[in-house]
């Protein structure tokens, strides 16, 4: 899961790639509490469903924060059956967040190495 939160936050300009990254843990984070609400509300054989409610939800979301909302409806639907719900929450938060922090953390710090690569190799081309 944390390839995956690190892969959809990996962009080419990093003020979209904040913009990513602040969508995705906050939409998980919205999409934990929905899928807990829902889990406690519904009868438990209807739980399968609530993934297939997040693929719908998905499909229908023009806007990222949204699409991570209902993603985790799926995740955590087939992750709740293994693990239970507490362990599939934590999860899910733990790795979504750590994905895209390290995404972020990644992509600053190969931004800064070619940048000064950059001003070495005219700094040397002048000469």
């Not at 843990?25 to 297939?52: M, Q």
């Not at 023009?62 to 693990?83: D, K, M, P, R, S």
């Amino acid at each position: 899961m944390a390839g995956i939160a690190a892969m959809s936050a990996i962009l080419p300009f990093m003020e979209d790639m904040h913009y990513r990254v602040r969508k995705r843990i906050v939409g998980n984070i919205a999409g934990v509490i929905c899928f807990t609400v829902l889990y406690f509300l519904l009868p438990s054989s209807i739980y399968a469903y609530i993934g297939i409610l997040g693929g719908i939800g998905v499909g229908l979301s023009a806007q990222y924060g949204w699409q991570a909302v209902f993603n985790t409806f799926g995740a955590l639907a087939i992750a709740a059956e293994t693990y239970g719900l507490q362990g599939a929450v934590s999860l899910r938060v733990i790795q979504n967040v750590f994905g895209v922090v390290f995404a972020l953390a990644f992509c600053v710090i190969f931004y800064w190495f070619m940048s000064k690569k950059k001003v070495s190799e005219v700094t040397v081309h002048a000469e």
